[in-house]
Structure formats: structure tokens, C-alpha cells
């Protein structure tokens, strides 16, 4: 069993950053692939970023390519996503999320973090 703390959302300007940072439990973080998703209201939760086990490889949705970098340190339990650029069009709950097996599945859910950008 994994838990999963976020932190770091809030209310910001257009432009203006944020660094989302997401605590994992237990001893096996080393080992799980992590990844960045958003819900914005009245949509779908949709992907933003993953990262490896190792850190050594990312993947990002289009809409944040560029903008937005994730990167995690496995020394203190904790993947970050750094979010640059904002835009009103980012404004959502952001969770993190644990896949255990680099599968692409994710059965491990933090409880989410809220983003609002003002335009």
C-alpha cells in the first residue's frame, strides 16, 4: 500500500509559477513509476506528465510540453512537478498517482491538490 500526500496548490496569476510536490509512503518508492494528472471542472481527468522509477525518462501531455517539468527525488520520498507559464486553461485539482509495475496503470491516488489561475 502506497500513500500519497500533495502540496503546493493555489491561486495564482496568469504566467506565474508553482511547484507541485507529492509525498509517497513507504519503502519502495524507488521502485514505482509516478505520474501527474488534472481535473478540471466539468471534465475528465486527464494526463500530464510520468516520470521513471529512476527519473531518467519523462513524458508530458501536449498542452503542458514545455512548460511544466516533473522530477522526483527518491532519497526523500517525493516527486515534484514544477509548473511554469501558467495559464487560466491550467486550472484544476492536480493529483499524483503511483504505478507500482511501470505498466502504465495507476492504483495508488493521492487525494489532490487545487490549481486556479487568474486571467
Known amino acids: 500500500q502506497v500513500q500519497l500526500v500533495e502540496s503546493g496548490g493555489g491561486l495564482v496569476q496568469a504566467g506565474d509559477s508553482l511547484r507541485l510536490s507529492c509525498a509517497a509512503s513507504?519503502?519502495?518508492?524507488?521502485?514505482?513509476?509516478m505520474g501527474w494528472f488534472r481535473q478540471a471542472p466539468g471534465k475528465e481527468r486527464e494526463f500530464v506528465a510520468h516520470?521513471?522509477?529512476?527519473?531518467?525518462?519523462?513524458y508530458y501531455a501536449d498542452a503542458v510540453k514545455g512548460r511544466f517539468t516533473i522530477s522526483r527525488d527518491n532519497a526523500k520520498n517525493t516527486v515534484y512537478l514544477q509548473m511554469n507559464s501558467l495559464k487560466p486553461e491550467d486550472t484544476a485539482v492536480y493529483y499524483c498517482?503511483?504505478?507500482?509495475?511501470?505498466?502504465?496503470?495507476?492504483?495508488?491516488w493521492g487525494q489532490g491538490t487545487q490549481v486556479t489561475v487568474s486571467s
Open positions: 516520470i521513471s522509477n529512476t527519473g531518467r525518462n519523462t
Open positions: 513507504g519503502r519502495t518508492f524507488s521502485q514505482y513509476a
Open positions: 498517482a503511483a504505478d507500482p509495475s511501470s505498466s502504465g496503470h495507476y492504483p495508488y
